[in-house]
């Protein structure tokens, strides 16, 4: 069961088994019981045309990217095939200690072994922020390409990839379970409604995964379909001079702020537009299969507390 505190308008959070009711195809709960709650029912993919990679956004924090790096490095792959895409990006009128800093990441991501897939690094030569740096990040060429985004202050799970890999299989790839209302999943684990009032979302203890619409970056699937959607639907409204504002939203208030320093409020609206779905996780005492260490950075102006302990055992 879900529950949020009393809202005003609100993105839609349901059980994954409310999607039955919400989808034209046959659609069941996520297989994934209390005990083991990582385990998905097996269901067979071409690993010839699977092609899933990790697009890693840093610009300058060496130590928090060598800690991203790390903890991706020690996760479980399996035999897959899985690229890493690294995106840097550059000062803005960068001064000599500013160079140096940039040449210490390129030295650190130069010599960082990458044994799972192909390593590609790419050294942007203006400062774009965050906005271009997701947006640019990728293009996908094929229906089989899955990309998972990741900012460099985030700590996975060395659980997190055989997760996402047995939901891409059983809700990608299996016929009987796909559904175009779900555009990904989140690693993340969310706390409250973004309504006016910030409600807190509460859920049953015994429900491990469930939809809602919200975007998380801290380790966001994303399915190839409902990205490129995205990204006509953005160039189609920026055109029209629209602005991402969704009434009874706390983000209305983040984007007169910040304006186009944030750029997650446009995906937002594209898919409460659609009616789009992303799945996240809930595990016993909130533990993810991601953390955000919130460094300061272009989000945070200083260090942030971690909210949630990575999950690291199947039985944590």
């Known amino acids: 069961m879900v529950m ?20 034209y195809y046959q659609y069941s709960s ?30 300058n924090r060496l130590n928090s990217l060598s800690r991203c790096l790390r903890s991706l490095a020690a996760a479980d792959y399996s035999s897959d095939k899985v690229h890493l895409h690294i995106y840097i990006d550059h000062f803005n009128n960068a001064s000599s ?16 072994e990458w044994k799972f897939g192909e390593k590609v690094v790419h050294y942007r030569t203006a400062n774009v922020g965050l906005q271009a740096q997701w947006l640019e990040a990728w ?27 047995s939901f891409i299989v059983n809700y990608y790839y299996n016929p009987s379970n796909f559904t ?29 995964v469930f939809l809602y619409q919200i975007f998380g970056t801290w380790g966001q699937l994303l399915f190839p379909k409902p990205w490129k959607e995205f990204r006509l639907w953005y160039d189609e409204h920026k055109a029209k001079g629209i602005k991402p504002y969704l009434d009874g939203m706390v983000t209305n208030g983040w ?26 996780t809930n595990f016993p005492n909130e533990r993810a299969l991601s953390v955000s260490h919130r460094d300061a950075g ?18 944590s």
């Open 4 to 23: 949020v505190d009393p809202p005003e308008k609100q993105l839609f959070l349901l059980p994954v088994i409310a999607l039955f009711f919400f989808s």
């Open 97 to 112: 200690s500013d160079l140096e800093e940039s040449q210490a990441i390129l030295r650190f991501v130069d010599g960082f």
């Open 180 to 208: 175009h209302s779900i555009y990904g999943a989140s690693l993340r684990r969310p706390r409250f409604v973004p309504g006016e009032h910030g409600n807190k979302i509460h859920l049953d203890s015994g429900m491990h």
């Open 298 to 315: 272009v989000n945070y102006a200083r260090l942030q507390l971690s909210e949630n302990a990575t999950l690291s055992n199947l039985k």
């Open 139 to 165: 293009w996908p060429t094929s229906d089989n390409e899955f990309a998972f985004v990741v900012e460099d202050d985030l700590e996975v799970s060395p659980l997190f990839y055989k997760f996402l890999r």
């Open 30 to 59: 996520l297989p994934i019981s209390s005990s083991n709650p990582t385990h998905i029912t097996t269901f067979s993919l071409n690993s010839n045309t699977f092609s899933p990679t990790i697009k890693l956004l840093t610009f």
């Open 255 to 280: 984007y007169k702020k910040m304006g186009e320093r944030i750029w997650t409020l446009w995906f937002i609206k594209f898919i409460h537009s659609r009616g789009y779905f992303n799945i996240y």
